[in-house]
């Protein structure tokens, strides 16, 4: 995926509900909501399986973000007996590692189930959920380079 034309923000990894990784434990999903919906995804067309199983978080801060054309929308997505079905619309990214032993690009997705239909877990509004492949030792307080199409996202300073 070449990136032509984007918008790039520098954001901070931040903890997230542990949730979607399994992190925290919930029996509901008791190895992370990602790991349930990579199947259901893949059915519907949007293959997940070289990503991590969990989320990146990235605080964005003091930008705030409009989202545009998603690469992928699907719509009544019944992934859990425990939760009714949700909305998820995904948008591609590049992320880099701005550590200087790591100069790596990463592709990855900005994973976002819609709040309209999502009961629990929401994220701030300057909060950033991304799937991608497993970056090695990174970590919370690590500063990531967010890059998305232009036709994607919008990003602006916040007030």
């Avoid at 978080?57 to 939760?83: A, R, Y």
């Amino acid at each position: 995926m070449l990136f032509e034309y984007y918008h790039e923000v520098a954001a901070e990894i931040v903890p997230g509900h542990g949730i979607a990784s399994g992190k925290k434990k919930d029996d509901r999903f008791p190895n992370g909501t990602i790991s349930m919906q990579i199947p259901i995804f893949k059915s519907l067309g949007l293959n997940l399986n070289h990503f991590h199983q969990g989320t990146l978080n990235l605080k964005i801060s003091p930008f705030g973000h409009e989202l545009g054309k998603p690469s992928h929308f699907f719509s009544k997505v019944d992934w859990s007996i425990h939760l009714p079905p949700e909305n998820f619309s995904f948008y591609p990214c590049l992320l880099e590692d701005l550590r200087r032993e790591n100069e790596k690009s990463y592709q990855g997705l900005v994973y976002w189930p819609h709040p309209s239909t999502k009961p629990e877990f929401h994220q701030p509004d300057n909060v950033l959920e991304v799937i991608a492949p497993f970056i090695p030792n990174i970590g919370y307080g690590n500063l990531i380079k967010f890059r998305a199409l232009n036709q994607s996202f919008r990003f602006f300073r916040a007030t």
